[in-house]
C-alpha cells in the first residue's frame, strides 16, 4: 500500500508539474504573438554604411519595432533597400528611409571625387554614355597591349558638348527614364540625343584617378570608354521599387 501511495504522490506531481508547464507555455505563446500583433519588421544597417555606398543585402538585417514607432517613409521590405546607394551616412541599427537612399545617386561616393578627364587622354568614348551610367575604362596604345585600367564599371557624372551643355534628348531627358527605370524610354532618349562628347566627367576614387593618370599623361596610351550593361540592368532591376 505504502508503494501504491508513493506512486500515486509521484503521478500527481508529475500531473501537476506538466499541467503547470502547459499553462506556462500557453502564456508565453499568446505574450508572443501580443508583441508579434503590436511590432513591425523594419529594415536596419548591420554596420556603420558612408554616405555614397552602394547597399548589399550583407548590409542589412530586420529589426522589430512598435507599430506606434513606426513611420510610412521606413523601409520594411529588403528588396526596397538592397542595391541602393546611400544619400547620407547611416548608423548601425537606426531606421532606413526611403529618403535616405536612392536608385541612381550622381555625387561621388565619400572616397571618390570627380574627375575631368582631359580630352587628349581620350581615343574613343561610346555615343551612348549619358550622366548616371556606368562605364568600363580601357587603355589602348601602338607599342602596347591594351588594357582594361579597372575591375569594375565606374560612375558618369556628366558628359557634356563643347557649349558646355549635358547631351540629352530635350523632350526626353535621359535621367528621368534613369530615374524611373524605364529601360525603354532610357534607349530612346540615347537614340534621340545628339551631340559631340567633348567633356567627359567620371566619379573616381583617388587611387583610380592617378593610375589613370600616370598610364596617360606620357601619351603612349589613350582611353576607350565603353558603355557597360550594368546601367541598363540596375535600371530594370529596381524598376517598381519605389513605394
Not at 529589426?63 to 546607394?85: F, N, T
Amino acid at each position: 500500500m505504502r508503494i501504491l501511495r508513493r506512486r500515486n504522490a509521484m503521478i500527481s506531481l508529475t500531473a501537476a508539474v506538466l499541467s503547470a508547464s502547459l499553462v506556462y507555455g500557453m502564456y508565453e505563446l499568446q505574450r508572443n504573438q501580443i508583441e508579434l500583433d503590436d511590432t513591425i519588421a523594419i529594415i536596419v544597417p548591420k554596420r556603420f554604411i558612408g554616405a555614397g555606398e552602394r547597399l548589399k543585402e550583407s548590409d542589412l538585417e530586420f529589426k522589430m519595432l512598435p507599430k506606434a514607432a513606426y513611420v510610412s517613409d521606413m523601409i520594411s521590405k529588403l528588396e526596397h533597400a538592397a542595391g541602393k546607394e546611400t544619400i547620407i551616412p547611416l548608423g548601425q541599427g537606426e531606421p532606413l528611409l526611403h529618403w535616405k537612399v536612392d536608385d541612381y545617386y550622381f555625387q561621388p561616393k565619400r572616397s571618390e571625387s570627380t574627375f575631368q578627364i582631359p580630352k587628349e587622354y581620350i581615343r574613343s568614348i561610346s555615343n551612348g554614355i549619358r550622366a548616371g551610367d556606368k562605364v568600363m575604362i580601357y587603355a589602348s596604345g601602338e607599342a602596347a597591349p591594351s588594357m582594361r585600367i579597372f575591375s569594375e564599371a565606374v560612375t558618369v557624372a556628366s558628359v557634356k558638348s563643347s557649349g558646355n551643355v549635358e547631351i540629352d534628348s530635350i523632350e526626353n531627358p535621359n535621367l528621368f527614364s534613369l530615374a524611373e527605370g524605364n529601360k525603354q524610354q532610357m534607349y530612346a532618349s540615347r537614340r534621340e540625343a545628339n551631340g559631340m562628347i567633348d567633356y567627359l566627367n567620371l566619379n573616381l576614387s583617388e587611387e583610380q584617378w592617378l593610375q589613370l593618370d600616370d598610364l596617360c599623361k606620357a601619351g603612349e596610351l589613350k582611353l576607350v570608354v565603353a558603355y557597360s550593361p550594368e546601367s541598363l540592368n540596375l535600371a530594370v532591376g529596381e524598376e517598381g521599387d519605389r513605394s
